[in-house]
C-alpha cells in the first residue's frame, strides 16, 4: 500500500522552531517531488514548499520563505520541513504530497501531485 505519513506536529510557541517529517512507505520517494501544504481553519489549502526529486531544487511560498527549509534524505525515505520562528498565522494541518516531475521541478500546485499524507496538526500559540 502506497503511503505518506507526516509526523512531527504539534503545539508550540510563538517564535519556536518544529520539524515535521513525511515518510513513505511501499514507493521510494526518490522519483518524487514532494509537496508541503497546509490548510488553516476556514481558508484554502496552500502550498508551501516543495523539492524536487533530485533534492538539487526547492520552492517556498512567500509566506514562509526565509522561515521554512524542505530537505529530504532519500536513504531515509523521508522529507522534512524545518520551520523557523513559528507564528500564530502557520496555525494549519500540514500535508505532505508526492508528484512525478523532471528531475529539477518543483509545482506549488495542489493538482501536480498524486500521494497525499493525511496531514498533522501545528498549533502556534502562547
Known amino acids: 500500500q502506497l503511503q505518506l505519513v507526516e509526523s512531527g506536529g504539534g503545539l508550540v510557541q510563538p517564535g519556536s522552531p518544529l520539524r515535521l517529517s513525511c515518510a513513505a512507505s511501499?514507493?521510494?520517494?526518490?522519483?518524487?517531488?514532494i509537496g508541503w501544504f497546509r490548510r488553516a481553519p476556514g481558508k484554502e489549502r496552500a502550498g508551501i514548499s516543495c523539492?524536487?526529486?533530485?533534492?538539487?531544487?526547492?520552492n517556498y511560498a512567500d509566506s514562509v520563505k526565509g522561515r521554512f527549509t524542505i530537505s529530504r534524505d532519500n536513504a531515509k525515505n523521508t522529507v522534512f520541513l524545518q520551520m523557523n520562528s513559528l507564528k500564530p498565522a502557520d496555525t494549519a494541518t500540514y500535508y505532505c504530497?508526492?508528484?512525478?516531475?523532471?528531475?529539477?521541478?518543483?509545482?506549488?500546485?495542489?493538482?501536480?501531485?498524486?500521494?497525499w499524507g493525511q496531514g498533522t496538526q501545528v498549533t502556534v500559540s502562547s
Open positions: 504530497a508526492a508528484a512525478r516531475l523532471w528531475l529539477t521541478s518543483t509545482t506549488l500546485h495542489p493538482g501536480d501531485f498524486g500521494f
Open positions: 511501499g514507493f521510494t520517494l526518490d522519483a518524487y517531488a
Open positions: 523539492i524536487s526529486s533530485s533534492g538539487t531544487r526547492t
